[in-house]
Structure formats: C-alpha cells, structure tokens
C-alpha cells in the first residue's frame, strides 16, 4: 500500500503527464515548474523524493480541477488538509472492513426514513465527536480560505497581464 508522500508525488507526475503540449506530447519538466511557481530542480525533488506542502498543494489541487482530473485534485486536497493539520483526519474514508460495515450502517440510519427516529439518540451518543469533527472542519474551512485568498492575491497580477494582454488583441 503506498503512502500519502507516493500518491502525491505520482499525482504530480500525472498531472505534469495530462497536460498536453500542441504536438499532443506531455508537458516536460522544465514546462510544468513555471505552471505551479517553482524551479526545475523542486519540481524533480516533488517527483522523486520530497513532496510539496503547503500554498503549492493547493496551486495543483485548483490546477488538477482545471484540467478536469478531480481524482488528483482530491489527492492534493487530502495532503493539504494533512499537511495543515496533522492532528485531523478529514480525509475520512473507512481504512478497513470494520469502518465500511458501521459506515454502512449510519448511512442507512440517515437515509431511511423508518430509522429517522434513531437520529436523535445517535447524535447524543456521538456528541463529542460530532462537535470535534465540526471544529476541525471549521479549522480546515478558515485554513483553507486564508490559502485561497493568499493564492488569489499571488495570481492577481498575472490574471490582470493576461487580461490587458488580451484587451490589445
């Protein structure tokens, strides 16, 4: 089974590979660092050893949605979410046959109707937890923005180039 740091680091290199160059060949190296801010160099360290962190997950996370490859957007979302917060599992997903099975069984409670009255004596069974997973999930939201507007404000003037660049034509 791989790790997070091997989806991530494959996930690069499919994105890099997904994107196709006029000629129908993928983007090389050299033509993919300057898409996501970095050099040659970290780009190659991201695909073979270290991944990214950070402001740069987040860059290939909106790159991945732009490309229409949510399934690596998702990969990039889940190491940012791990990388912002290490303590905080919200890429939740059952890790074994036990967690399907009782994932399976809140499901059903929440979408059948002659369970509804369940609902109630659950969520006070499960207050703790409901009230941390909402609070990570508030963290993530505030983190997440705050990267967002960062990210906006760091594109900003590219976007305005383009756009003035464009109003020429």
Not at 40 to 64: C, F, H, I, N, W
């Amino acid at each position: 089974m791989s790790t997070q740091k091997d989806q991530v680091r494959q996930a690069i290199k499919d994105l890099r590979e997904s994107i196709k160059n006029l000629d129908g060949s993928p983007l090389t190296q050299i033509q993919f660092a300057p898409m996501i801010g970095v050099g040659l160099s970290t780009l190659q360290r991201y695909e073979q050893s270290t991944p990214p962190r950070g402001k740069t997950l987040a860059v290939l996370a909106d790159l991945a949605d732009v490309s229409t490859k949510p399934e690596l957007a998702d990969t990039f979302r889940r190491a940012l979410s791990t990388y912002a917060f290490p303590e905080v599992d919200l890429a939740i997903a059952p890790r074994n046959k036990t967690e399907e099975f009782y994932e399976a069984v809140i499901l059903a409670i929440l979408r059948n109707p002659q369970y509804a009255a369940l609902i109630p004596k659950f969520n006070k069974l499960a207050q703790a937890p409901i009230r941390e997973c909402a609070r990570r999930i508030e963290m993530y939201r505030e983190a997440k923005a705050a990267a967002q507007k960062e990210l906006d404000d760091d594109w900003a003037p590219i976007i305005e180039a383009v756009k003035r660049s464009n109003e020429k034509l």
